[in-house]
């Protein structure tokens, strides 16, 4: 029975992902697949900028070409895409683990989102990282451990 009750749950967790996948809007999934393309590899000038820039020039994405990426989502209530970009302003973010806190300083960051593992909780794309350098590479975040300062994730629009 208990051999059972897993396979329902994968199932489960399956058909929910699909779904999920399934209501990506178009515009995030174009951006997604731009983002596969350049991953391990150097976007423009390397800083973490230039690849949501590159991203939104791709799929023609209306924004004010600073760090107003589109229209803000608030992630506490509304649903978050992969292919949402998110930008970090003065953002201090605390992670526990075990009796070890580890904290992410960002001053002035920009990110993609994606993957969604949960509220809050994401893998992001970016460059000029201390982990990846100026080509693009992935990290998870934990957004709830914000103790300073702002993050503010945004839809990009047509």
Known sequence: MR????IVLLALVSLTATAQNDSIPTIN???????QSVMGKQVDRGE???????????????????????????YKTEAVYPGDIVHFKGAVVERIEGFTTYTETMEQHTAIIIKVYGKGVYELAHQNTSFSGRKVGTSPINIEGLVKGNIIIYRPQE
């Open 48 to 74: 973490c900028w230039d690849l949501a820039n590159q991203a939104l020039i791709l799929v023609n994405a209306k924004w004010d070409k600073m760090y107003v990426y589109g229209k803000p989502v608030n």
């Open 3 to 6: 051999r059972f009750s897993g």
């Open 29 to 35: 999934r174009t951006i997604l697949g731009y983002v």
